[in-house]
């Protein structure tokens, strides 16, 4: 069995295992998905090249010097993931477009009326508009670097700049409720780690919480900017809602069943919490209270993903099935209650392609303006590359 392992060191690896034994061996030193055929090991190097050696399955090594079998593939840092596949007698198949990964930050209106697009089209992810509306903070790959940053993008002047720094994946950028602080993971320590840096820049980022072999996604800050909301993501799999002190860096769970609880928003009032649940075999928005999780309120109707709060909490938004925004209207005074779902405009937000991938979207305070992850199709897709016989002549 071949395995990639996550980048717990700079480079990754890709390792050799038997289904039974817990014992693995290195093959090649690569963040690369593996690719195997006709006794040769196929993976992508640092430098998007994609590359054969002659593998010797029953020793469990590698025997002879890597060969190019094409300079360049496309490769998905978030996932570390190269385009590409092989076939039984060595012919491999390659991309070098990106155009499926393209998205462009789009405004859009209550109606769907198109607003105008933020920035230009990239390999961007998740979308979290400042607490003043002036700003948002955005994923985005770097596909020569093969690396993911957070970067800030100033709405009204259409100027960005870069927030993270350090060569490793750093995600999902959450703003404090004062907007003087966003968090963060970051893989800048080897492994999944919650990170807190001032938004002037001034000071270092803080380590706040080691995952270890989990994965921790902050969602939201709790009003007070004590505590953040975060999906944390085992390595066995699902998702849970959990909460971790600021100062302390204790983790306390929140929501955390047998089913996968993901995207968790505190609402405007710190009272609330909605989220997505697949507790039913279907993706829904629940409700619950906060910080103690007491009851629960389903929203959405159908099938719901991704929620977000109007600024003044009287309204819920999430994505159907369907790819749909849809608006619900909500009461928290006292109890919670929830009206009937609206659909508003078919969102056409990229298609996730890591889990980290939370957000497709944001919404401004009034509920009025949409900030879209949408989807670019590009104008020229380029041509696969096909490789025959790609090891002939390959020296063991």
């Known amino acids: 069995m071949f395995c990639a392992a996550p980048p717990l060191e700079q480079n990754g690896g890709i390792y050799l295992s038997s289904l039974a034994a817990k014992e693995k061996k290195l093959l090649a030193s690569a963040r690369s998905n593996p690719g195997y055929a ?81 920035g230009e089209p990239g390999v961007i992810a998740n979308p979290t508009i400042s607490p003043d509306g002036e700003h948002t903070t955005v994923d985005i790959a770097d596909l020569k670097s093969a690396n993911v940053d957070i970067w800030v993008q100033d709405l009204p002047r259409h100027v960005s700049s870069r927030f993270t720094f350090d060569p490793a994946e750093e995600v999902t ?51 007070g900017d004590k505590q953040i909301l975060c999906s944390y993501q085992p390595v066995a799999g699902g998702s849970d809602l959990v909460v971790v002190d600021f100062s302390t860096g204790q983790l306390t769970p929140f929501v955390a069943t047998k089913a996968s609880e993901t995207n968790g928003q505190i609402s405007p009032d710190g009272k609330w919490a909605a989220y997505a649940s697949n507790e039913t075999g279907d993706w829904e928005i629940y409700v619950t209270t906060f910080p103690s999780a007491q009851g629960k ?17 009287r309204e819920i938004f999430y994505i159907d099935p369907k790819g749909t925004l849809t608006a619900v209207p909500v009461g928290t005074e006292g109890t919670f209650s929830a009206g009937s779902p609206s659909p508003l405009f078919p969102i056409r937000g990229r298609a996730p392609i890591s889990s980290t991938d939370l957000f497709t979207y944001d919404v401004a305070k009034d509920g009025k303006r949409f900030l879209v992850n949408r989807y670019v199709k590009p104008d020229h897709v380029q041509p696969l590359t096909v490789v025959l016989n790609a090891a002939a002549g390959m020296k063991k």
Do not use: C
């Open 38 to 118: 006709n006794g040769h090991l196929y993976y992508v190097d640092q430098r998007n090249s994609l590359i054969a050696v002659p593998l010797n399955l029953r020793g469990g090594e590698v025997e002879g010097q890597p060969t190019v079998v094409t300079d360049r593939v496309t490769y998905r840092p978030a996932v570390y993931y190269g385009v590409f596949g092989v076939g039984g007698n060595d012919t491999v198949i390659s991309s070098t477009g990106s155009g499926a990964m393209l998205s462009l930050l789009t405004w859009y209106d209550r109606d769907g009326k198109d607003l105008g697009g933020i």
């Open 173 to 223: 950028g959450v703003w404090s409720r004062d907007g003087t602080l966003i968090a963060y993971r970051s893989m800048a320590k080897g492994g999944p780690e919650l990170m807190v840096k001032r938004t002037n820049g001034l000071e270092p980022p803080r380590g706040v919480h080691s995952a270890g072999d989990d994965d921790i996604l902050p969602t939201s800050w709790v009003p």
């Open 297 to 313: 309120w389903q929203v959405s109707r159908g099938g719901g993903t991704e929620p977000r709060w109007r600024g003044d909490g």
